[in-house]
């Protein structure tokens, strides 16, 4: 992954929960494609002040994958609330941990059995907050 040039950025809330989901030190994990590796080099803003279209928990992504064109959609969210059926990828899986603090039209790759992939992300929904509302 080229660090330079797409920055992950979180969250207050998702860095929080997310650290203590890998119990991790951060200084110590510099293995790439990982969560604890996302969450070592990661920008964390303040929630309110998180930038739109940017995956974060619970983001509703579309993804296109470089090489076939093929598009998936997908919801990242907290592992007991994963459900392939519907959809919702733990986001500790490899393609979650990839994709998380990363913002629509940025490129990402992570590695699966069968080799690098490379997706660019086409469009990122995030849930309404209630602050958001009032």
């Not at 660090?3 to 110590?28: H, W, Y």
């Not at 494609?33 to 309110?48: F, G, H, N, P, Q």
């Not at 959609?73 to 459900?83: E, F, S």
């Amino acid at each position: 992954m080229n660090t330079e040039k797409n920055p992950v950025t979180l969250c207050e809330e998702d860095f929080r929960l997310l650290k203590q989901l890998v119990g991790i030190s951060l200084v110590n994990d510099n293995e790439e494609m990982t969560l604890a590796y996302e969450l070592s080099r990661a920008i964390v803003v303040k929630d309110d002040a998180f930038p739109l279209h940017t995956i974060r928990l619970n983001s509703a992504v579309r993804i296109e994958d470089t090489a076939t064109k093929k598009v998936t959609d997908l919801t990242i969210v907290m592992p007991p609330h994963a459900d392939i059926k519907q959809k919702k990828i733990s986001i500790l899986t490899p393609m979650a941990a990839a994709l998380i603090g990363f913002k629509k039209g940025d490129e990402v790759e992570w590695k699966m059995p069968s080799g690098l992939k490379k997706y660019k992300i086409l469009d990122v929904t995030n849930p309404v907050r209630a602050e958001q509302v009032a």
